[in-house]
């Protein structure tokens, strides 16, 4: 069964300093894997995805993350915060090639602090 | 892309009434899928609802309490039942456009039960 990982459930960074959010999954052999960002109040935004193309996904909003198969790990980087960054973070995971209904896993989310 | 608009926005309502939310994309779309965020929590998937059959439910909801609709391939509703505070959460509709592939949603109810 597909699970994710959010490692921490709080991080809180200084304004201009880098960020670095924590993912672990656990699935089959070819996963798609997402970011999404959640801002107060609104919807879930994607930030980007990996589907098996370049390990290294560049996404909006200067974010960027790593698909590292050894570590099971895709964790979330960006090298300078902003405020407009703090929000909630959701890491999830889907394995096409499972059959079912269930096909987004989301992590318990991770909420990014950004102090000025 | 998918865009998706999602009625109300948010409620309140008394304990032991029905909220239906409703959920229309400006696309034709195979697969959509109603979420629960509880406060401070994640999504956790209800149900998925493809037109032309039946809603499937998740472990732990059933069809009395959140009955679903899928008329047609761009609108979707999802009725929350006999409402008590236990079912304040925010609800979201999404869609995807393959299996796999970048999901879509909508702004979220944020419903209160009082």
């Known amino acids: 069964a597909q699970s994710v990982t959010q490692l921490d459930s709080h991080v809180s960074v200084s304004e201009g300093t880098p960020v670095l959010l924590r993912c672990n999954y656990s699935s089959s052999y070819s996963p798609s894997l997402f970011w999404y960002v959640q801002h107060p109040n609104k919807g879930l935004q994607l930030l980007l995805k990996?589907?098996?193309?370049?390990?290294l996904v560049k996404g909006i909003n200067g974010f960027e993350a790593e698909f590292k198969k050894s570590e099971t790990s895709f964790h979330l980087t960006k090298p300078s915060a902003h405020m407009s960054d703090a929000a909630e973070y959701f890491c999830?995971?889907?394995?096409?090639?499972?059959?079912?209904?269930?096909?987004?896993?989301f992590g318990k989310g991770t909420r990014l602090s950004v102090i000025a | 892309s998918a865009v998706i608009s999602q009625k109300p926005s948010r409620d309140i309502c008394q304990r032991g009434t029905s909220l239906t939310i409703q959920c229309q994309v400006d696309s034709q779309v195979t697969m959509m899928f109603w979420y629960r965020q509880q406060p401070g929590q994640s999504l956790t998937l209800i149900a998925t609802?493809?037109?032309?059959?039946?809603?499937?439910?998740e472990s732990g909801f059933v069809i009395d309490k959140f009955p679903i609709s899928r008329p047609n391939l761009t609108f979707s509703t999802l009725t929350v039942s006999n409402m008590s505070p236990e079912d304040s959460s925010i609800y979201l509709c999404?869609?995807?456009?393959?299996?796999?592939?970048?999901?879509?949603f909508g702004q979220g109810t944020r419903l209160t039960v009082v």
């Open positions: 990996y589907t098996s193309a370049a390990t």
């Open positions: 999404s869609v995807e456009k393959g299996l796999g592939t970048e999901a879509f």
């Open positions: 609802a493809n037109q032309g059959s039946e809603a499937t439910y």
């Open positions: 999830v995971v889907s394995d096409p090639s499972l059959s079912g209904n269930t096909p987004l896993v």
